[in-house]
């Protein structure tokens, strides 16, 4: 199993070792992704997303497909081969784009109590020879979602629990998902008592699964939440509110 970022990342992990950032040319990809996430309806059999190349080098990438779940809070990922891809390994020329398909396999989530299915693609460039050139080569890993809607179902959605846990000095934002699809968290605010906004994060703040259940450390003191008051968030792009408290986290 492997753990996986929620959001498009680049790796720099020896950008600043040394100061060569300040010191060395560096090697941009041009690797774009579209559309950031699929949805298959239960009667649709595969979509496509698109890579693009819009650099001045080839790319060379390879995709590959993880079944998603949400245990114990956290992410995990297992290879499989409920999706498949096509092509899995590929490259592209400067200015040109390649479709890549998602092919579902087998049946759809079906039965009493089906809920969504989740996938992740990870698509990754693979480093290339830079011909000589000096300098660092950015490596870019992005995360597709891919949910797959239960046979019988015209649309999922989610219903969420929220709760805010005091753990010492800081607090921890627990949500649930009773819902029948995946909830994505975004543009998270809280708003106390007194009227008064305290911007959590601005872009996008996690996905919480049918089923699971999600917490997240917040970097906000404890006090900040004293009293209670209201969660402010996009879910799935739709702006929503929720009234929480802060509690003591029974041990």
């Known amino acids: 199993m492997r753990r996986i970022p929620l959001l498009r990342r680049v790796w720099l992990a020896a950008l600043f070792a040394g100061g ?13 992704v579209a559309p950031v996430s699929l949805s298959l309806l239960a009667t649709q ?16 990438a390879q995709v590959r497909v993880y079944h998603w779940t949400q245990e114990g809070g956290e992410e995990k990922l297992t290879p499989s081969r409920g999706l498949l891809t096509s092509p899995p390994m590929l490259e592209i020329k400067p200015g040109d784009k390649q479709l890549i398909r998602v092919i579902r396999v087998g049946a759809p989530p079906n039965g009493d109590g089906a809920v969504e299915d989740a996938y992740r693609l990870a698509i990754d460039e693979l480093p290339i020879d830079a011909q ?7 490596v870019l890993h992005y995360s597709v979602p891919v949910f797959v809607q239960p046979a019988g179902m015209v649309a999922t959605s989610p219903t969420l629990d929220w709760s805010l846990q005091r753990e010492g ?11 029948t699809g995946h909830a994505q968290i975004a543009g998270l605010g809280f708003v106390n008592r007194a009227g008064q906004r305290i911007q959590i994060n601005d872009g996008l703040f996690g996905y919480v699964l049918p089923g699971a259940t999600m917490r997240w450390p917040l970097k906000q003191p404890a006090t900040d939440f004293t009293g209670g008051g209201t969660m402010e968030a996009r879910i799935n792009g739709a702006q929503a509110t929720q009234a929480v408290s802060l509690a003591d986290r029974a041990h």
């Open 45 to 60: 059999n595969a979509d496509g997303l698109w890579l693009s190349n819009t650099g001045d080098t080839p790319v060379h």
């Open 132 to 138: 000589g050139k000096k300098g660092l080569q950015f």
């Open 169 to 179: 000095k800081h607090v921890v934002l627990q949500v649930a998902n009773r819902g």
């Open 20 to 32: 060569l950032l300040a010191n060395s040319a560096l090697l941009a990809s041009g690797l774009q």
